[in-house]
């Protein structure tokens, strides 16, 4: 499936596989299951996990530190848990690569983004019908947001107005 991030299409350099076993790849991505977390793959290879937009941040939590990427699925563009499980992530420290996987649609790239999202993965034929142009043009289309971005800066519309009002109180402001 091609992946995008906010430059365009890229390579993937994380290969699935069924579990955390011994292949020759330095980057594998396996499925997450609560009850039975990945070891940690033999040698330096990048350990990223799979998960269902229904896991709990509790059960991920205690292994985050482990996680070079973690692929988040969206069964369906209108199924926008995994927006707050991203959120959640980021706000629990994760650092590493944050994937959606599914049937996103451009419109909801910039709003990806500002949940803490590195990059999107796409079925074939949306990205055939959405070619990277159009993902970008998307995400460069918002610039405010409801939301607070998950970033060091990033401010909403209402923190904005806030501020707004905050400096035409100051004495000596203009009216």
């Not at 009850?35 to 896991?55: C, H, M, Q, S, Y």
């Not at 996987?101 to 990806?112: H, K, M, T």
Request: with cysteine; aromatic share 8%.
């Amino acid at each position: 499936m091609p992946l995008l991030d906010r430059d365009g299409f890229k390579p993937d350099s994380f290969t699935r596989v069924p579990e955390a076993g011994e292949t020759g790849e330095t980057a594998i991505l396996v499925p997450f299951a609560p009850d039975a977390p990945p070891a940690p793959p033999a040698g330096n290879r990048a350990l990223g996990i799979e998960i269902a937009n229904t896991v709990r941040i509790d059960a991920l939590r205690p292994h985050l530190d482990r996680f070079a990427l973690i692929a988040i699925g969206f069964p369906a563009f209108s199924d926008g848990r995994g927006f707050s499980l991203a959120k959640q992530l980021r706000n629990a420290g994760f650092r590493g690569t944050l994937r959606a996987v599914g049937p996103l649609i451009a419109d909801q790239f910039a709003y990806a983004l500002a949940c803490g999202f590195d990059e999107v993965e796409l079925p074939e034929a949306l990205a055939t019908r959405q070619p990277a142009e159009i993902w970008l043009a998307a995400a460069r289309a918002i610039r405010a947001t409801y939301q607070r971005s998950h970033q060091a800066g990033g401010v909403s519309i209402l923190d904005r107005r806030r501020a707004a009002r905050a400096a035409a109180a100051e004495p000596g402001a203009a009216p």
